[in-house]
């Protein structure tokens, strides 16, 4: 036991007299948390709007006033004519131009239908289809504001509701996959670097002449950052409840088991990759490539998995963190219980035990 | 109490490269044994075999009547090894090293003072500091202290000299003569033949082969020849010029003289000195001396290059 505390404590030492390590450990949550919450969001927020009116009726100036009072968009110009058009947006703060027609207010009520037209900026396609729905979804509900009372034959009106998300908050969508994203970073990258470390200075050699057995060393290594990873995990969960604002309608204690089930298959992917790496510059490069770029883009944090090419989604099921991903958000956002997601509780327990069991069979008691 | 070892036909190889050819050594218990070769000669390889860190391809070693390979973990016990690099926490400070390899040992750093004592009062004024930031002397002394904090029977020592200034190895061997005073049997490896004299017995190791293992002096006396030095105006013309000469046994550059051996036990001083003057070397001086190991280990060295 002794033994085992002497070795914590020389691990400790390590992480807080190393500068790099206490940034990835403590600045990389908040710092990519409040990345990921503030600036890399998908909602729409003051969209800089352009008006081409070429009608200045009452009826368009409710519209533009109904536009920019929902805090999607902000009118920023006045445009005169649709010349304009192409230089505003080559300019590139105007992302969307809004032209009535001539005549806007009396063709409404005269012939019962007039025209706007929505010019977009698609430079970037998904915004501007964001932006457009939105638009539509505007004018739709002042289309109904103004028919009140009166009958439309035959009109259809979808009532969506977004369930889980009802704001479609992007935010929502990111905490779990930051989460994933940090304790593979943590726990994976940091331990594989720190024994690997160990290696290319030549203490290992040290290490392995003295009667501390495998599974001391690798429980010595381990511990500090399962502790930190779990430190880390409440940190994140905690800036997205209180920050955020992202809810935990499920058990805590349930969300807090998973986290630390998955922080353990993220150790031991670590220990596998520093026991196939000779020193720190493969370890972290093996991390980097082997752990980071698939948990970030193969996970289903950023870019969903139905919309990849079908080898890429057959790939993405070898991918832990994207079953990571599926509990926390099945736990966060839709409150359920272990019975929704026990199946993917046993692909990550069956991997963690996996891992552990081809790393201690792959860690050396000698120097080949 | 016994702490010998015995290597019995060990070999090892690296891919094609064989680093051990068919090693026989046996160390006595309490022996300070010096291990002296070149770099590259297999000093490092016979060390990590005995400090069970690599396998043998063929043969056996034995440390403390346990085999090295079936009985790995009982020999790590015992053992005291500083390796060649310096293999200590360079983030941690003196103390903090030392009581890290006293926990893992199971022990603590006050119930063995009494070991280490000589070395722990050099380093101590240091103690808090980085073992990062140690000058190289230090750092071997901090390193010895850590490999003999669980009061090893015996100690490996891979080039704990090398890179450290003369005066700190002349007291870092002065702590080896009094570890050997307590019984513990030590292996040192080295490339500095002068350091050879100050061992028991030394084995003499080239290419992975040992040329001879024997004490010190009589390595000395089996030389055999007359040996004399020889300097001139211009060392390196001279030495070319005397690899011409008819009678040259062997001859070699060592620093500021020329060590030359005759074919018959004495050179013919005077004939040397005029095929030399006839070359147009001046200020020549030819002086018998004594052999010292390097002068051993040269000849002895070449003479395996000839029976090849």
């Given at each position: 036991?002794?033994?085992?505390?002497?070795?914590?404590?020389?691990?400790?030492?390590?992480?807080?007299?190393?500068?790099?390590?206490?940034?990835?450990?403590?600045?990389?949550?908040?710092?990519?948390?409040?990345?990921?919450?503030?600036?890399?969001?998908?909602?729409?927020?003051?969209?800089?709007?352009?008006?081409?009116?070429?009608?200045?009726?009452?009826?368009?100036?409710?519209?533009?006033n109904k536009i920019t009072s929902s805090g999607y968009f902000n009118l920023t110009d006045n445009l005169k004519s649709l010349e304009e058009a192409d230089a505003i947006f080559r300019k590139g703060d105007v992302k969307?131009?809004?032209?009535?027609?001539?005549?806007?207010?009396?063709?409404?009520?005269?012939?019962?239908?007039?025209?706007?037209?929505?010019?977009?900026?698609?430079?970037?396609?998904?915004?501007?289809?964001?932006?457009v729905n939105y638009l539509q979804g505007i004018l739709q509900n002042y289309n109904v504001e103004i028919n009140r009372g009166k009958k439309v034959p035959f009109?259809?009106?979808?009532?969506?509701?977004?369930?889980?998300?009802?704001?479609?908050?992007?935010?929502?969508?990111?905490?779990?996959?930051i989460m994933a994203t940090i304790l593979m970073l943590?726990?994976?990258?940091?331990?594989s670097i720190s024994i690997a470390r160990e290696k290319e200075m030549?203490?290992?050699?040290?290490?392995?002449?003295?009667?501390?057995?495998?599974?001391?060393?690798?429980?010595?290594?381990?511990?500090?950052?399962?502790?930190?990873?779990?430190?880390?995990?409440?940190?994140?969960?905690?800036?997205?409840?209180?920050?955020?604002?992202?809810?935990?309608?499920?058990?805590?204690?349930?969300?807090?088991?998973?986290?630390?089930?998955?922080?353990?298959?993220?150790?031991?992917?670590?220990?596998?990759?520093?026991?196939?790496?000779?020193?720190?510059e493969v370890a972290m490069m093996l991390s980097m490539f082997a752990l980071m770029l698939p948990t970030i883009i193969l996970s289903g944090f950023i870019f969903p998995i139905r919309n990849m090419p079908?080898?890429?989604?057959?790939?993405?099921?070898?991918?832990?963190?994207?079953?990571?991903?599926?509990?926390?958000?099945?736990?966060?956002?839709?409150?359920?219980g272990i019975e929704y997601v026990w199946k993917e509780t046993l692909i990550l327990i069956v991997m963690t035990i996996g891992f552990i069991g081809l790393s201690l069979k792959k860690f050396k008691t000698r120097l080949e | 109490m016994d702490a010998s070892i015995h290597i019995d036909k060990i070999s090892k190889s690296y891919g094609n490269v064989q680093a051990l050819k068919n090693i026989n050594l046996d160390i006595d218990s309490g022996e300070l044994f010096g291990l002296i070769g070149p770099d590259g000669a297999g000093k490092t390889t016979l060390f990590r075999l005995l400090a069970t860190l690599l396998l043998p391809d063929e043969g056996s070693a034995k440390l403390c009547e346990i085999d090295s390979v079936s009985e790995y973990k009982k020999i790590r016990t015992f053992l005291g090894y500083m390796p060649g690099r310096f293999s200590l926490y360079q983030d941690l400070s003196v103390i903090e090293n030392l009581n890290?390899?006293?926990?893992?040992?199971?022990?603590?750093?006050?119930?063995?003072?009494?070991?280490?004592?000589?070395?722990?009062?050099?380093?101590?004024?240091?103690?808090?500091?980085?073992?990062?930031?140690?000058?190289?002397?230090?750092?071997?002394k901090l390193a010895l202290c850590c490999a003999l904090i669980h009061q090893p029977k015996i100690l490996l020592l891979d080039e704990p000299?090398?890179?450290?200034?003369?005066?700190?190895?002349?007291?870092?061997?002065?702590?080896?003569?009094?570890?050997?005073?307590?019984?513990?049997t030590i292996v040192v490896a080295t490339p500095y033949m002068d350091e050879a004299n100050l061992c028991d017995r030394v084995a003499l190791i080239q290419d992975g082969e040992i040329l001879q293992v024997n004490t010190p002096n009589e390595i000395v006396e089996q030389f055999g020849k007359e040996l004399y030095s020889i300097r001139s105006n211009d060392n390196y013309q001279t030495l070319l010029d005397l690899r011409e000469f008819n009678s040259t046994h062997s001859v070699f550059l060592f620093g500021q003289s020329l060590h030359y051996t005759d074919i018959h036990n004495e050179a013919p001083i005077d004939e040397l000195k005029t095929y030399l003057e006839s070359k147009g070397r001046a200020e020549i001086k030819i002086e018998k001396i004594k052999p010292s190991i390097e002068d051993c280990f040269m000849e002895l060295s070449t003479k395996s290059i000839e029976h090849e």
């Open positions: 036991m002794n033994r085992f505390i002497g070795f914590l404590k020389k691990e400790f030492y390590h992480i807080f007299r190393d500068k790099r390590s206490m940034l990835i450990l403590f600045g990389m949550p908040i710092v990519q948390i409040l990345l990921f919450g503030y600036v890399i969001s998908t909602d729409l927020k003051d969209v800089k709007m352009a008006v081409l009116d070429h009608s200045k009726d009452e009826y368009s100036a409710e519209i533009i969307l131009i809004l032209v009535f027609e001539p005549d806007f207010g009396k063709n409404l009520i005269k012939n019962t239908t007039a025209n706007i037209q929505i010019l977009t900026d698609a430079t970037d396609p998904n915004m501007a289809n964001l932006e009109a259809i009106q979808p009532k969506t509701r977004m369930y889980f998300n009802s704001n479609l908050e992007s935010v929502f969508m990111f905490i779990p996959g943590v726990s994976a990258m940091m331990t030549g203490t290992m050699e040290i290490l392995l002449v003295s009667p501390l057995n495998p599974l001391q060393i690798i429980l010595g290594k381990v511990t500090p950052y399962l502790a930190l990873s779990f430190i880390n995990a409440l940190v994140i969960v905690g800036m997205g409840y209180f920050i955020f604002g992202v809810p935990i309608l499920g058990s805590f204690t349930l969300l807090m088991a998973e986290t630390i089930l998955f922080i353990f298959l993220a150790l031991s992917l670590g220990i596998f990759i520093s026991t196939i790496s000779k020193n720190q079908l080898p890429l989604q057959i790939f993405s099921h070898i991918i832990p963190p994207k079953w990571f991903i599926i509990i926390l958000k099945n736990i966060m956002l839709k409150g359920v | 890290f390899f006293a926990t893992v040992f199971n022990t603590r750093i006050e119930d063995n003072m009494d070991m280490i004592r000589d070395i722990w009062l050099q380093i101590e004024p240091f103690k808090d500091r980085l073992a990062g930031k140690l000058s190289g002397g230090m750092k071997q000299t090398t890179g450290v200034d003369s005066v700190s190895r002349a007291e870092f061997w002065q702590m080896l003569k009094g570890l050997k005073k307590r019984g513990i």
